[in-house]
């Protein structure tokens, strides 16, 4: 029943700036922690930014600085505004939930950052 819906994927040139939302619908609890994740080609799912039920927030070193991870509770929505971004960002972004001990996934938005 819970289901997340990421969005706002797309191109952008590299300095471009792109912002994630993540939608959680089907919850019994209204606040948990929240998280973004990336998979590159060939390469692992890695995190990107987290933020807990308190709204405290960590990032990956290759994104501090740029990335911005927040959350509307009200709205059941998380967002990641990502600036300054570079082809190295390229990936397939995902949304995860943390709730009553289980994980969720959304489907996966593609940010793609190329001239």
């Known amino acids: 029943q819970v289901q997340l819906v990421e969005s706002g994927g797309g191109l952008v040139q590299p300095g471009g700036s792109l912002r994630l939302s993540c939608v959680v619908s089907g919850s019994m609890v209204s606040i948990y922690p929240m998280g973004w994740y990336r998979q590159a080609p060939g390469k692992q799912r890695e995190l990107v930014a987290q933020?807990?039920?308190?709204?405290?927030?960590n990032y990956a070193d290759s994104v501090k600085d740029r990335f911005t991870i927040s959350r509307d509770n009200a709205k059941n929505t998380v967002v990641l505004q990502m600036n300054s971004l570079k082809p190295e960002d390229t990936a397939v972004y995902y949304c995860?939930?943390?709730?009553?001990?289980?994980?969720?996934w959304g489907q996966g938005t593609q940010v793609t950052v190329s001239s």
């Open positions: 933020i807990t039920s308190g709204g405290s927030s």
């Open positions: 995860s939930a943390f709730i009553l001990l289980r994980t969720y």
